[in-house]
T-cell receptor, first 111, second 116 residues
Framework: KNEVEQSPQNLTAQEGEFITINCSYSVGISALHWLQQHPGGGIVSLFMLSSGKKKHGRLIATINIQEKHSSLHITASHPRDSAVYICAVKDYGGSQGNLIFGKGTKLSVKP | NAGVTQNPKFQVLKTGQSMTLQCAQDMNHNSMYWYRQDPGMGLRLIYYSASEGTTDKGEVPNGYNVSRLNKREFSLRLESAAPSQTSVYFC???????????????FGNGTRLTVT
């Protein structure tokens, strides 16, 4: 069973486009994380949120707890945004140490 | 600040060999984690340590052992490597305890391990 589903799996965009990546989950959560994995493999935490909306530069993350859905938006996309974006949730009922990770959305932004 | 440092970056082992993956963080974080990442799958937790002196199993602990040597260091050991352990391994740390995950995770750059 996939408790965290991301869509799309792959996304190609032209530089400057507005991008949306979606994350749906099936469990009650206490927190949701958005991560960015660079082509070289390193992983960076972008956002951690439990309600509402957060913004950092050109990145915006929103979450709707009732609908069990989160979105990551990138405005004015740039080739340097090309990466895999990963959603992860902390399940209320799960093991203390475990986040549930999505499989990631691979974004490619063309110049 | 170096953040989370992992060594080595790459390793090739023969089946049955042993090795230790090293991880250190300089952010004074309480919690540390070891994950593996396989193609087509999300990151999976191997072991975690909520604080110095404590370790707990994650989702896929079989074939691994860990040591939380001190607050900074958390090592992962493969006693007898198997091809199924071919993967990319990430160490991570966070300020908060794992129960809440209410602070960001900081990841190392990963170790790409191949077992032949």
């Amino acid at each position: 069973k996939n408790e965290v589903e991301q869509s799309p799996q792959n996304l190609t965009a032209q530089e400057g486009e507005f991008i949306t990546i979606n994350c749906s989950y099936s469990v009650g959560i206490s927190a949701l994380h958005w991560l960015q994995q660079h082509p070289g493999g390193g992983i960076v935490s972008l956002f951690m949120l439990s309600s509402g909306k957060k913004k950092h530069g050109r990145l915006i993350a929103t979450i709707n707890i009732q609908e069990k859905h989160s979105s990551l938006h990138i405005t004015a996309s740039h080739p340097r945004d090309s990466a895999v974006y990963i959603c992860a949730v902390k399940d209320y009922g799960g093991s203390q140490g475990n986040l549930i990770f999505g499989k990631g959305t691979k974004l490619s932004v063309k110049p | 600040n170096a953040g989370v440092t992992q060594n080595p970056k790459f390793q090739v082992l023969k089946t049955g060999q042993s090795m230790t993956l090293q991880c250190a963080q300089d952010m004074n974080h309480n919690s540390m984690y070891w994950y593996r990442q396989d193609p087509g799958m999300g990151l999976r937790l191997i072991y975690y340590s909520a604080s110095e002196g404590t370790t707990d199993k994650g989702e896929v602990p079989n074939g691994y052992n860990v040591s939380r040597l001190n607050k900074r260091e958390f090592s992962l050991r493969l006693e007898s490597a198997a091809p199924s352990q071919t993967s990319v391994y990430f160490c991570a740390s966070s300020e908060a305890v794992p129960r809440s995950y209410n602070s960001p995770l900081h990841f190392g750059n990963g170790t790409r391990l191949t077992v032949t």
